[in-house]
């Protein structure tokens, strides 16, 4: 597998062992991570999650060592370092050394790593909704890409895997569709793209963003409301946004059939446009 690593001022081609006991980040999870993605050389929005690293770090208590422009100078740095052809992952990382239970921020060290990790199918994937919810904003630092949110989504995985599907939607605490577990959600109905509306259970994410602004320069209705279990049923279309995969459709939900449909494809297209003008080459 091609990878590469930054730590402490120097470029890896193994993947370094950096906690033990005593770190904060080992015991009481103070860690935060972004992903990017180096598509043959393409990064699309970039910028913006180096900056929500930063973002996140601050929420969970850490100080940031690095700008976002430092950020994403590095980053860019370490996909011209690996061969072109390939797809790879980009997870910037802070985490905290020092702390007793309240994480030391001037304790914050910094890793990257980026390494291959191919485009998944365009084929989509199937769904379930999920027994597990996504916490409210009192309950959980929901407001950053934190590790230590990630316990839940792995066991809402398991149980998609175990009923023979392959991602779960989760709602939150209100009963409320949120996002899949990998990514956001969106249904399409009568040609308008809807999605739920951020309620601080989940991250507004990058790419659903970028979509979401795409779509409506396009000329597509685009909502962000409360979306329940009954839309998700009643949908036209169901596809998901986020980093991995970028835009992918639903082909079947909680045992119903569904087909890439066009606002999926439009949604797809012109992601896929706008990120052919982000090389680093």
Request: aromatic share 10%; hydrophobic share 40%.
């Amino acid at each position: 597998m091609n990878a590469i690593f930054y730590y402490d001022g120097q470029w890896l081609n193994e993947n370094p062992r950096l906690t033990g006991p005593m770190d904060h980040a080992f015991w009481m999870s103070t860690m935060v991570f972004d992903g990017a993605r180096a598509i043959k050389g393409l990064v699309p929005d970039l910028d913006a999650h180096c900056r929500r690293l930063g973002n996140s770090a601050r929420s969970m208590m850490l100080e940031p060592t690095l700008e976002s422009d430092e950020l994403a100078e590095l980053c860019q740095e370490a996909v011209r370092r690996l061969p072109r052809e390939a797809d790879y992952y980009i997870r910037p990382m802070y985490f905290a050394r020092g702390g007793f239970v309240v994480p030391d921020p001037d304790t914050t060290d910094f890793v990257l790593a980026v390494y291959e990790s191919p485009m998944p199918s365009e084929d989509g994937f199937s769904a379930a909704v999920s027994s597990y919810r996504r916490p409210a904003r009192d309950m959980a630092p929901t407001d950053s890409k934190a590790s230590c949110l990630y316990p839940n989504t792995q066991r809402a995985l398991a149980e998609a895997a175990r009923r023979g599907v392959d991602n779960a939607a989760i709602l939150d605490a209100n009963g409320n569709v949120a996002e899949f577990a990998t990514a956001n959600l969106w249904i399409a109905k009568g040609g308008t793209a809807l999605t739920p509306a951020c309620n601080g259970t989940f991250l507004d994410g990058v790419t659903r963003r970028r979509v979401a602004q795409l779509l409506t320069d396009a000329g597509v209705e685009v909502i962000e409301t409360a979306l329940t279990v009954k839309d998700l049923a009643e949908a036209d279309e169901i596809f998901s946004t986020g980093n991995y995969g970028k835009v992918m459709p639903v082909t079947r939900f909680e045992g119903r059939g569904l087909e890439p449909g066009p606002v999926y494809r439009k949604a797809r297209s012109l992601y896929f446009e706008f990120a052919g003008g982000t090389s680093v080459f």
